[in-house]
């Protein structure tokens, strides 16, 4: 079935310059470049050499956002494939979220056109974070999300969705590790000794490690994006920051049940022993209280965030004995969701 002649100036307004140019960057889609987020100094007490990368200044305030515009990607295919005669209607995403992702898909949606989201939240969800979606078109549902892992038939049809898309735990798009293949590029090319991350869905957190073993462990050919001599890579060490506390401060990292972390941490210590990454790369649980510390050195350094985007600030202060103070340490804020950000 051929487009519409909406749908084809959608498909015309989908943009993407390219898959790994450098120079042909497609991100952010109003003004692509690379690295599209600044990365800049601050000053923590007992260190000399600690970086913030900052995906706060990202659309919806996070590195979500990068995420989102992988769905707009998914739908330019999907809009060739029904100009082909493959489909014939543009399915609707469903996805579980907490808020920032589901604003940050359904916002980028609204930008290109594009069919509304579908999102399933928990019933004790906050009501302004549920009314703030349903403003910008989402359409919710809710369930009790603590009582079993939902998979992707589960969550298409509690969304009312059976032949929709769900983007939570299904890769039928395509493999998550293409969500922040450009921000794991932007992390690994400062080439610091300790990347700490936030750890939640393990989305961001697996695409840093899965770019730095890839070319790690290449000798030839390399990614463009790769900025750095490949060597540096095995000495960096990745340190995801999460929290088992169902009534932490950092919410964005908490949830019961993860139907979608694919990551095995096995696999961090198969990569150590291989020699790709460095020997302290792990995930560690965070203690409450060094997300309050974090925060506060955060707003000390002008740092737009919250408790689960600076989760890796708080992680660092809690091993701060552990680590010598010279050694160049990348914290990557994730951000702080903005609920009434503009579409542009």
């Known amino acids: 079935m051929s487009l519409s002649k909406s749908e084809q100036e959608i498909l015309k307004n989908i943009m993407v310059p390219s898959e790994n140019d450098p120079d042909k960057p497609e991100f952010p889609p109003n003004n692509p470049r690379f690295p599209a987020t600044p990365t800049f100094k601050i000053d923590v007490s007992g260190f000399d050499n600690v970086w913030i990368k900052d995906e706060s200044i990202n659309p919806t305030g996070t590195h979500k956002d990068r995420m989102a515009w992988e769905m707009v990607v998914s739908y330019r295919q999907l809009l060739m494939a029904k100009d082909a005669g493959r489909i014939d209607v543009l399915p609707q995403m469903s996805i579980i979220s907490s808020g920032s992702a589901a604003n940050a898909i359904q916002h980028m949606l609204r930008k290109y056109g ?74 690994i090319n400062e080439n610091p000794d300790y990347v700490f991350v936030p750890y939640g869905t393990g989305n961001l957190y697996e695409n840093v490690i899965n770019v730095a073993v890839r070319e790690s462990k290449s000798f030839f050919i390399h990614d463009k994006r790769l900025k750095i001599n490949s060597s540096e890579i095995k000495r960096m060490n990745f340190l995801g920051a999460t929290t088992n506390n169902p009534n932490t401060k950092a919410d964005k990292l908490y949830s019961p049940h993860l139907p979608f972390v694919h990551f095995d941490t096995h696999w961090i210590k198969l990569a150590i022993q291989k020699g790709y990454i460095g020997a302290d790369s792990s995930v560690h649980t965070v203690q409450e209280k060094y997300f309050e510390e974090a925060m506060k050195i955060a707003k000390d350094n002008k740092v737009n965030c919250e408790p689960s985007g600076i989760a890796g600030m708080a992680l660092l202060l809690q091993m701060r004995k552990l680590f010598d103070k010279d050694k160049k340490i990348l914290i990557v804020n994730t951000g702080r969701t903005r609920y009434d950000a503009p579409i542009k």
């Open 114 to 187: 594009l069919p509304n989201l579908k999102v399933l939240m928990d019933y004790r969800a906050d009501i302004k974070i549920k009314k703030a979606l349903e403003k910008l078109g989402c359409e919710l549902y809710e369930t009790d999300l603590t009582r079993s892992i939902l998979y992707t038939n589960d969550i298409l049809k509690l969304t009312d969705n059976v032949n929709g898309i769900d983007i939570t735990s299904d890769e039928s798009l395509g493999p998550h590790s293409v969500f922040y293949d450009w921000l794991s590029y932007e992390v």
